[in-house]
């Protein structure tokens, strides 16, 4: 690769993971009357089933490219992403939606922490300062009342594992396929939804609503999402990309204004600016 295009890739990849969190916070709006009409479980095992099924459709040569390693780097990642998604959606069923979006968006301090830990990543003050920032705009974005029960301890596992899971990427991502590492990942996601909908009894989408959503979260919210997050991933430090992600939870009160015909208040408008302020600084640092 010349030095050129490893430029214009470095500069690229924050950009394509903003992508990543608009898709993802237009996805909140969507499904929140999905969910209520079918099973989390079941969404998602069809969510996560028909992105691989779209996937190998349009790529079924990529089979050739599962080697031992990436389905085992591929594979560890898809179980801390799936271990994250249902770790979320059992904390949601046992409190509130705000609090359970701003725990969850604590991945963005677990990250530094877990990438400095085991994989000796170095994390300068200016980077601490922005997970700083980000945290508290999150607080004022998502809090209104407080109480800690075991809803809070499932969701605080799923940050842990969303944490894991872009150290993971970050440190794996480099040199491998993108694709075929999505397709293992979502592969595994789905093996892990569909097992709780073993369990529990699978059932298609009921209507022709949520299969749309289905599709809408299958195609741009998953298969494409994550291949962009895969092949950013390579081009930048997990704490960077923790800061970038958390512009899901902006996006989402964004939508929610704009589709959802919701309101923001003066704290939460408070802290969707804070966190877009980090996010910028860190981007503006990546492109230095």
Known sequence: MTPEKHAFKLKMAP???LTVS???GFSFV???????????????FTRFTLAVVVMLAINPKVIHLLTKDLLLRGGAAGLFLGAGYILQTMGLARTGAAITGFV??????????????????RVSRFTWSCVFIATVGLGLLSIHGWSVGFGEL???GSAIAFALHIVALSQWSNGRDTYAMTIVQLAVCAIIA???????GY????????????????????????IVQ?????????TKVAVILTMEVVFAAIFAVLVGGESLNLQSSIGGIMVIVAMYLIVIREEK
Not at 30 to 44: C, H, P, T, Y
């Open 194 to 200: 569909g097992i709780g909908s073993f369990f529990e």
């Open 203 to 226: 059932s298609l989408p009921p209507d022709k609503g949520v299969w749309t959503v289905v599709i809408f979260t299958a195609v741009f919210a998953t298969a494409i999402a994550f």
């Open 154 to 156: 499932l969701v605080l």
């Open 22 to 24: 608009v898709a993802w």
């Open 15 to 17: 950009w394509a993971l």
């Open 104 to 121: 969850t968006g604590l991945y963005i301090v677990l990250t530094p922490l877990i990438a400095s830990l085991f994989f000796r990543e």
């Open 30 to 44: 969507v499904m929140k009357d999905a969910i209520e009409r079918q099973s989390v479980n079941n969404f998602l």
């Open 230 to 238: 895969t092949w950013a991933q390579a081009h930048m430090t997990a």
